[in-house]
């Protein structure tokens, strides 16, 4: 199976599982409130294995600031559509009203980028960004489309990837004559930068997508670099770490395995990705056993997640398995907002920045409080 078709699946079970649940009606994410040391400034904690507690990881900002302002479409323009059936080839002649649309929110965030954001007239629940919070949820619950309350929207252009639907919504948007644009899903940093392109192509703005594409990657580089300084640089040191996706009223646990977006945080941020080591793939089970033998050292979690299983304690009640590894003997979770982490796109740089200083620098890491921002809620 390719890693597009491997990725697709993964995220169409984790929308089978988010199907019905409830939702604030105003999302928002936690931003830091005070001004902060640079990420190259911090001294990282003298043995982050040995560190106890959790910690969250905040976004210094987070809005989205614009590559250009006011940038030009030049339409009509013929763009490729990745549709799942296949590769179509569409036409976009209008983009005043656009719907983007995917599981983490990373086309509408990518839009954003671009300067375009005055022209999206609804969003997912995955997009909380500043600027975006007021518009119109076209998702009935969970990441199912609301094909009325879309449609109603009346948008000139739809984007998305695939990750949300059901496919056969999709197909109806086009049946009534909206245009719809399938572009790759991006769950990678290398798939955040082509993204940037891909999206401003079918806005008839090529130039608008080169100068964010390059502002993401000359910011990832920047950021990883700090990172691989803060990091331990023997491997016996590096933190082991793993990705889990919990839903508490669902009873839903999974462990993000390769090519599911978890693994390019944590190579990134100078973990050993567990789940990469251990040939995980995809979305896999949580089991006492698959957790015994992962052993991390620490775990990423989405806020709302661990919020949903009554945070760690709640977690380590039902999961004991996860009370026997280091992870858990030390209480050591990192946890941020669930329309952030696995958001690829224009603050794939802060989301790794955010998430360095909680995990080796967490006593100086700016600090919000789960229980008191609003957040996406979980079932």
């Given at each position: 199976m390719s890693a597009r078709h491997l990725g697709?699946?993964?995220?169409?079970?984790?929308?089978?599982?988010?199907?019905?649940?409830?939702?604030?009606?105003t999302p928002a994410e936690p931003t830091a409130s005070a001004a902060r040391v640079p990420l190259s400034e911090l001294t990282a904690t003298v043995d982050p294995k040995a560190y106890v507690g959790p910690s969250t990881a905040t976004l210094d900002d987070a809005a989205i600031e614009p590559v250009t302002v006011s940038p030009q479409s030049r339409l009509p323009v013929t763009v490729t559509s990745h549709d799942?059936?296949?590769?179509?080839?569409?036409?976009?002649?209008?983009?005043?009203?656009?719907?983007?649309?995917?599981?983490?929110?990373?086309?509408a965030a990518t839009v954003a980028g671009l300067g375009f954001a005055d022209r999206l007239v609804g969003r997912d629940?995955?997009?909380?960004?500043?600027?975006?919070?007021?518009?119109?949820?076209?998702?009935s619950s969970g990441h199912s489309v609301n094909a009325e309350a879309l449609i109603g929207l009346a948008p000139t252009l739809v984007l998305t990837d695939g990750s949300i639907g059901p496919a056969d919504v999709v197909q109806q948007l086009r049946d009534v004559g909206i245009t719809v644009v399938f572009v790759e899903r991006s769950v990678s940093f290398a798939g955040a930068v082509h993204q940037a392109r891909e999206v401003a192509d079918s806005f008839g703005a090529p130039e608008a997508g080169d100068a964010l594409a390059a502002r993401?990657?000359?910011?990832?580089?920047?950021?990883?670099?700090?990172?691989?300084?803060?990091?331990?640089?023997?491997?016996?040191?590096?933190?082991?770490?793993?990705?889990?996706?919990?839903?508490?009223?669902?009873?839903?646990?999974?462990?993000?395995?390769?090519?599911?977006?978890?693994?390019?945080?944590?190579?990134?941020l100078g973990g050993i990705d567990v789940a990469g080591q251990l040939g995980w793939r995809g979305m896999q089970p949580l089991?006492?056993?698959?957790?015994?033998?992962?052993?991390?050292?620490?775990?990423?979690?989405?806020?709302?997640?661990?919020?949903?299983?009554?945070?760690?304690?709640?977690?380590?009640?039902?999961?004991p398995a996860i009370a026997l590894t280091s992870a858990g003997q030390h209480r050591?979770?990192?946890?941020?907002?669930?329309?952030q982490i696995l958001s690829f796109g224009p603050r794939s740089a802060g989301v790794l920045d955010?998430?360095?200083?909680?995990?080796?620098?967490?006593?100086?890491?700016?600090?919000?409080?789960?229980?008191?921002?609003?957040?996406?809620?979980?079932?």
């Open positions: 697709i699946a993964a995220l169409a079970a984790v929308v089978v599982l988010l199907t019905g649940c409830a939702v604030s009606s799942l059936s296949g590769d179509v080839e569409v036409t976009v002649s209008d983009v005043s009203r656009v719907i983007a649309m995917d599981l983490s929110g990373s086309l629940i995955s997009t909380t960004f500043p600027g975006a919070r007021d518009l119109p949820v076209i998702t993401i990657q000359s910011e990832l580089d920047s950021v990883t670099a700090q990172i691989s300084r803060l990091a331990p640089a023997a491997d016996s040191d590096r933190l082991r770490m793993v990705f889990l996706y919990l839903r508490g009223a669902s009873g839903v646990s999974y462990l993000f395995g390769g090519e599911s977006g978890a693994d390019q945080l944590i190579d990134a089991t006492d056993e698959a957790m015994v033998a992962a052993d991390p050292d620490l775990i990423l979690v989405m806020t709302a997640g661990i919020e949903s299983v009554g945070g760690i304690d709640g977690l380590l009640a039902e999961k050591r979770f990192v946890d941020m907002a669930d329309g955010a998430l360095a200083r909680a995990i080796y620098a967490p006593d100086a890491a700016a600090s919000a409080d789960p229980a008191t921002v609003p957040t996406e809620r979980a079932p």
